[in-house]
């Protein structure tokens, strides 16, 4: 490390220590002076701390703050127009496969850098899920911030690549801090409570949920399933937790009554029929006696039994 | 799923199974079909299935199917020429941002889609690693598939981003996979068999590792520190088997003698920092005593004590 | 095994397959022959098969099967008298540590080396656990069955010693299983459903449990703890589920208000001067302010301040 | 705890702290007033510090030291004759269970209470495995020690039962801890080096061993088993590392080539007949064409296919 950039270190840890009491916002300015800092960064070194200050602060800002930080996110950080331009130019008189390339390149708008690089600290990958989350409430009021939600459709399509994803059941033996999560993400078919819970993961149910690597104890999609000797006309039946529990191991029908995503923020960013996919080979190897796979629930594409 | 669809699936599996005696650098053809099949799934139900045969297809292939393989990447896998043109053009009359992220894509070439696709089969990470390292051993004497690496390197920077790499001591209760790979590995002070393997392990010598959740096994970069009471002059004595070993707990040197990345389809995809800095963090918190940290070793930037 | 062995063993697990529909006190008839099997058995090879026979016959016993059971375990499987008069004889005669030692083994009722091989079969500890449950229950109704709690609660001690039990933190992220027991086990002050439990589980409540590695998921005894800045006056301001979260990082008192025993089968099997212990090191290491250990809970010897 | 009980323990510790340089046998008289001290502790707790200080104590004994110290054991921690005759003169006068039972605990020793505490230490059960090992060593010179074996056989074969034993299979992926310890223990068939363990594990070889909760990385038994086509005529072929390895799925025989019991201090605590049988049970889930499973090597009542 050079002399001046360690200087230019101890001065700005030395400003974000002196950071007055929030305001505006509760401090987007810090926020963007930390993001600033980060993206001028060339080693790696010091990448992790000043990506888990940004992920600090991030966390402090209200709704006034987010909207401003959003509005310097798709202002000050999109491709440099110049830079564009002159290889949109280079690309015209040669069109090579490189030149190809660095138009790609100078079309990334800077955003892109500086989400990778808040990824490198710790909570990083949580916190760019929630970022969109709240983003995509502020959509329809300020449609000008969608090209910020193209470039985090983009990253978290390739960090939440069906290769990364781990497949787990989920059962009475998992932690409470991920069935509670279920019990809060529910939408469909909202579960009263843990005994309601209880009654859909074991004997002749089964519930299975994608989880990623970097978010602990965060499911991203689950699924119910009801295992039957016939095909269920509705899913109260399925629901009611005074139905008899029936004896799984000659079940001829899966029914997939409800399937839920858990993470706004990945809105678009679809596993659904991953996981699907996934658990009718498990159960079907599971249970040798299943027939028939079924959906009682909206599932675009995947209405009838199949 | 239509039933043209259907139709298709049925034929290109039918196909494959006809597959005759591998022939044409065992069978480039077949995996370009297969490539060319897992581009044009539109759901995401049989993608899984069709990347795992890809996967296979590849491993088949010896240095001319390879060579073939990467021309074809080359020239029909990048973007559309047409469609870059248009998007261009669309930008170029009007430069808003969204026409900014369209041209982004539309200058994407479709071999990261074809990479992202072949990610959701097992063990898809590890055969773009591996490509990698085939690509660049004929880099040299192939210009032209430069471009074929750019977009590797792109990729693996945002699947092997410091947010997913998982730090782990490597000592004598860590799985012989794993140490065994870390003798073949080391390349800077070879490591002479289990015995002087073990000697850089324990007592006054610790190892650390990164790996990522979808490498199995698999050590990405590790690094070798002595722990002593003094600067050690030279790298032989640290190395020399028969050097009595010191209790760390007063040590005031962490002398980092040896770096080793494990992946060269990794190259330039640097975490060497990130490892060097998370691995400071922690003996600083698990040895008081330590005053200073230098390397033996000529790792670019960090040769001093410091 | 020999020819005649072999012969047994066949007519024996035909007998077993035979067996009709169950009745006197759902078939302690069968039970017994099958404990009778499992002593004459001289090799180990069966030994765990027809332990797990056994366990599953004890399920099926009603209150009268439980009864007819423990009166032949009282009069069947004591030690031999004659056996027993033997080795008194031969230790008069001459009173050497062989003699004194072949009299301890003569002296060890036919039970003992029964239970040791009722515990071959899955689920065989969980069994005597709760055997010695059952017995509990009717020993004032029946005094002469005290000597089968004696040599119940001398193998338990054997097992349960503190060399193999396993303290665990258990908080938010427990599997539901185990956290569903500690609602049903507390006694003292009764945990009113999963927000209750979550309150004391975090923040400036701790739990810890001790478990044995043959009881999967069943937690043997736990305490809970509450870090404050001042010694409560009284429990009930410690459970109010209003009463405002503190900061731990500065608690000065460790106040253990509730000591909970889960199984009644080890009734006497004392481990909760050894959990207490572990518990106030542990809190000793992690929370440096602590100053005082205190108890509101009626535990013997160890009510005041220490 | 009283004043009374106070002082003794702050006395206790004082004196055990100025011990001064060790000498008889590296001070077996510390070890033995340690002992006693555990023994007179009537609350439990400090006795796992108390274990703790006598486990430390025992392992700087030499064979002088150990040799007393076997003495002592015999000699002082024998049951008392006076208890002893009491209970046999009341079991004469009535012999009901109740007085057979006291009987059996006034003939119990003093020692089997020592070692019962003795294992509340961390590191207690290990001790007890290596103090019955290094017992066995001498029994030869000392035939009046065979009493103390006794004991420790009666304790371990308690805390050995098979209920209490875990199987794993030992493969490539194990922990190098525990493979070293196999090249190590394996007598019948020597393990040359890394590499043929390694052909030891893999392909259409296996090898499992049964663990102890308590035993951490230490295998009490292994067994080696090839999967061959045919029955093989001699262990030599089987143990030559040049044998070409075959495909294990349609393997017809199952060899057992070698079983090795790993810890002297177990002898006679058998569990090899357990081991196999449920290897048996495990390879015949795993490969259903096996249809023989014989032996190669000399174990007892075990030599014939089966």
């Known amino acids: ?3 001046r950039r360690r200087q230019f270190l101890r001065r700005f840890w030395h400003s974000v220590r002196l950071t007055p009491i929030r305001k505006r916002g509760q401090d987007v300015d810090h926020l963007l002076g930390v993001c600033a800092a980060l993206l ?8 992790a701390r000043i990506a888990a200050e940004a992920i600090a602060a991030y966390d402090h800002l209200n709704d006034e703050g987010r909207g401003a930080f959003f509005d310097a996110l798709a202002k000050d950080y999109s491709a440099s127009a110049a830079d564009l331009q002159r290889a949109i130019d280079a690309y015209q008189i040669n069109p090579t496969p490189l030149n190809a ?3 790609h390149q100078a079309a990334e708008p800077r955003r892109q850098e500086l989400f990778r690089r808040l990824n490198t600290g710790a909570g990083g990958t949580q916190l760019l899920v929630r970022l969109r989350a709240d983003l995509l409430q502020t959509l ?5 911030r969608a090209s910020i939600d193209a470039d ?12 990364f994803l781990v497949l787990q059941r989920i059962d009475w033996r998992t932690s409470a801090t991920v069935l509670e999560r279920l019990i ?31 978010l602990r104890d965060e ?12 095909l269920a006309g509705d899913v109260q039946s399925l629901l009611d937790i005074r139905t008899p529990v029936a004896d799984p191991t000659h079940a001829r029908w899966a029914m997939f009554y409800s399937i839920t995503n858990c993470q706004p923020g990945l809105r678009g960013v679809s596993f659904g029929n991953f996981l699907i996919k996934q658990v009718v080979e ?10 028939k796979f079924a959906t009682l629930s909206p599932i675009p594409g995947f209405r009838s039994g199949f």
Do not use: K
Request: with cysteine; aromatic share 12%.
């Open 184 to 214: 809060a993400y529910e939408a469909v078919h909202q579960i009263q409570g843990w005994d309601d819970l209880r009654r859909r993961l074991e004997a002749d149910r089964r519930c299975y949920a994608f989880f990623h690597p970097a």
């Open 282 to 291: 498990d159960l079907s190897r599971d249970f040798r006696s299943l027939r």
């Open 101 to 103: 390339h660095a138009l």
């Open 152 to 163: 985090l459709v983009h990253l978290l399509r390739w960090w939440f690549n069906r290769g």
């Open 140 to 144: 329809d009021d300020h449609p000008e």
């Open 219 to 230: 499911p991203l999609i689950f699924i119910e399933v009801a295992l039957t000797s016939r």
């Open 40 to 47: 001028s960064q060339r080693g790696e070194v010091s990448t």
């Open 1 to 3: 490390m050079t002399d």
